[in-house]
């Protein structure tokens, strides 16, 4: 059974920074891209980034390049994502997923499997 959980939100200041962990199980972890999405209530759910296994491939949002890190403990199953330099239009609930197939890209259709989210509130 395909588990993702996801932790490490909160409540920061603009321009501070947060790091999120998403720990998965059921599935061979290693071999897949593992993604991270956003949604702010009242909007379509949205590619953060992703990463392949090795971390040689990597795909940034435009919107949180340069910002924000992605990485990956393929031992603990579990991948990270360091925001930095927060600013409000980051508030959303953030999502790790996973798909059925191999699949790189941060398309939300593409994904079948969802962690329950954690909250990233950004405000002064």
């Known amino acids: 059974q395909v588990q993702l959980v996801e932790s490490g939100g909160g409540l920061v200041q603009p321009g501070g920074s947060l790091r999120l962990s998403c720990a998965a199980s059921?599935?061979?972890?290693?071999?897949?891209?593992i993604p991270w999405f956003r949604q702010a209530p009242g909007k379509e759910r949205e590619g953060v980034s992703t990463?392949?296994?090795?971390?040689?491939?990597?795909y940034y949002a435009d919107a949180v390049k340069g910002r924000f890190t992605i990485s990956r403990d393929n031992v603990k199953s579990t991948t990270y994502l360091q925001m930095n330099d927060l600013s409000p239009a980051d508030t959303a609930v953030y999502y790790c997923?996973?798909?059925?197939?191999?699949?790189?890209?941060?398309?939300?259709?593409?994904?079948?499997?969802w962690g329950p989210g954690t909250q990233v509130s950004v405000s002064s």
């Open positions: 997923a996973a798909s059925s197939r191999w699949e790189p890209r941060l398309y939300l259709g593409n994904y079948d499997y």
């Open positions: 059921g599935f061979d972890f290693g071999y897949h891209y």
């Open positions: 990463s392949s296994s090795s971390g040689s491939s990597i």
